[in-house]
């Protein structure tokens, strides 16, 4: 399996402009989670999808951030207008269920977010 | 609620030393523990985990951790440290019951030559 895949992995751009994530996460994991790392902040977990059902977005930090997830193979984290203070690494994990033995995280290589 | 500690910022020391990373946790049941590592401009990585059973888990590249139920503690320990152990290291809990994960403010490791 090639991993959770994101992209872009680098992405600048200007104050007020809408930024689109993307996370494809490693086939038949059924558990999404978007995380956002600063060196002020450390990791935060956003929000969490099981079976492409959001279940937390208790983390979001406001209405200018949205995630979806159509299907299984595919999820997007939007920030409509963004803001310099969300410039971060944005990183995608995938899990599955205990029963299917799988309790860890399998973190995607993130995407680096600068606005200006 | 959950919560991880992770003590000290940073930790150093001398390569072919023993090393230790610290971790405290709090859990309102049974936890699932967690250490991953993070190299720069990387995801974290998994390292190693704690379920059940033997106190004592061995992961990847040499790493284990040791489960003390007592002292709310999952230090994670390598025998013998490598340059290229130097990395960004996060101990992580989730409550046995939730599929959410805590982290914590993680621990830079330096392995000096």
């Known amino acids: 399996d090639a991993g959770v895949i994101q992209s872009p992995r680098h992405e600048v751009t200007e104050m007020g402009q809408e930024v689109t994530l993307r996370c494809k996460p490693i086939s038949g994991h059924d558990y999404l989670f978007w995380y956002r790392q600063t060196m002020m902040r450390g990791l935060e977990l956003l929000i969490y999808?099981?079976?492409?059902?959001?279940?937390?977005d208790s983390g979001m930090p406001e209405d200018r951030f949205s995630a979806k997830m159509p299907n299984a193979s595919f999820s997007t984290l939007k920030i409509q207008p963004s803001e310099p203070r969300d410039s971060a690494v944005y990183f995608c994990?995938?899990?599955?269920?205990?029963?299917?033995?799988?309790?860890?995280?399998?973190f995607g290589p993130g995407t680096r977010l600068t606005v200006t | 609620a959950q919560s991880v500690a992770q003590p000290e910022d940073q930790v150093n020391v001398a390569e072919g030393n023993p090393l230790t990373v610290k971790c405290t946790y709090s859990?309102?049941?049974?936890?699932?523990l967690f250490w991953y590592v993070q190299y720069p401009n990387r995801g974290l990585q998994f390292l190693l985990k704690y379920i059940t059973g033997d106190n004592l888990v061995k992961g990847s590249y040499g790493f284990e951790a040791e489960f003390n139920k007592s002292q709310t503690s999952f230090h994670l320990k390598k025998p013998s440290a490598l340059v290229s152990d130097s990395a960004l290291y996060f101990c992580?809990?989730?409550?046995?019951?939730?599929?959410?994960?805590?982290f914590g403010t993680g621990t830079k490791l330096q392995v000096i030559p």
């Open positions: 859990v309102s049941g049974n936890p699932y």
């Open positions: 992580a809990v989730r409550d046995r019951g939730y599929q959410k994960v805590t």
């Open positions: 999808f099981n079976n492409n059902v959001p279940i937390d």
């Open positions: 994990a995938s899990s599955s269920h205990p029963g299917q033995g799988v309790y860890e995280q399998y």
